[in-house]
């Protein structure tokens, strides 16, 4: 299962242009991304559209985000 830092990285992205594109600070992303934060549907549906892919992958690799911070 892909984690939101997977996808970023096979995007070729860094943390501070995701957290531009949801317009949230990079720390903000950075807890996304580490499980410590949730995303909210918004920032879901933004993901989905700028990684091309469906907004269940997304929601799935938040998931599989928040369970390797725990």
């Known amino acids: 299962m892909e984690t939101l830092k997977s996808l ?13 594109a949801l317009g949230v600070s990079y720390s903000s992303y950075s807890n996304y991304e580490q499980g410590f934060r949730r995303i909210s549907l918004e920032q879901i549906l933004i993901l989905a559209k700028f990684y091309n ?5 997304i929601i799935y690799a938040q998931l599989s985000s928040c369970r390797k911070a725990l």
Not at 8 to 20: C, F, L, Q, T
């Open 8 to 20: 970023r990285e096979e995007n070729k992205k860094s943390r501070a242009e995701i957290a531009a």
């Open 53 to 57: 892919v469906s907004e269940k992958e």
